[in-house]
């Protein structure tokens, strides 16, 4: 009897717990689902008009330079970003947009061909700090410039 009464607590609980499930994911979980997708362009851009807290700070500039080696981000990128196994960062050309948005979500929510995310790993100070830097490049402020 009281084996029973168990399997009829479970069934009821595997029951509700279906219940609560809902069938398809709602309008705003989709739409959450679609921004933080790779692909840029497909959904609304929230940061897109999002401006780098750290623009024009020179000092943020070279703390973004130090960053840009510490999390080896020159090991794909070459040194001065000049180009490796990913692209350049310090020509004129952006495969995802060279906005402060743009390069924001190329770093915190990394890129298909190859770019990781680090989104989850660098708070978001840190990832302005390297947008403030990759900015800088090729600009009278750029810290640390390469010899020519
Ligand atoms: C494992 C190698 C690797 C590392 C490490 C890496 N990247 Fe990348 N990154 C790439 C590749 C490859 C791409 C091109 C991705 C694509 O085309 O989809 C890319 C793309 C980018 C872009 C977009 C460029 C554009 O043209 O739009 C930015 C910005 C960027 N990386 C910044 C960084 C920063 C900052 C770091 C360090 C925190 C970093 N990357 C670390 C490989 C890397």
Redesign the pocket.
Known sequence: MKYLFAIGVLLAGSVTARAQQPRQPSAQQRAAAAQMG?TPGQAPDTLAETPNPFADDVKAMGE?RR??NW???????GDH?GG??????RDS??????TDA??YR??AE???????A?GSK?PPDQ?WK??A??RSLRTAKEPDKPTP
Do not use: E, Q
């Open positions: 790779p973004g960053l840009f999390y080896n981000c020159a090991g794909c990128h970003a490796g196994m990913g692209p350049s960062l050309t952006w495969r995802y947009g060279g743009r390069i190329s770093i990394g890129r298909t061909k190859g770019m990781p680090w660098l990832i390297l947008v830097y990759i």
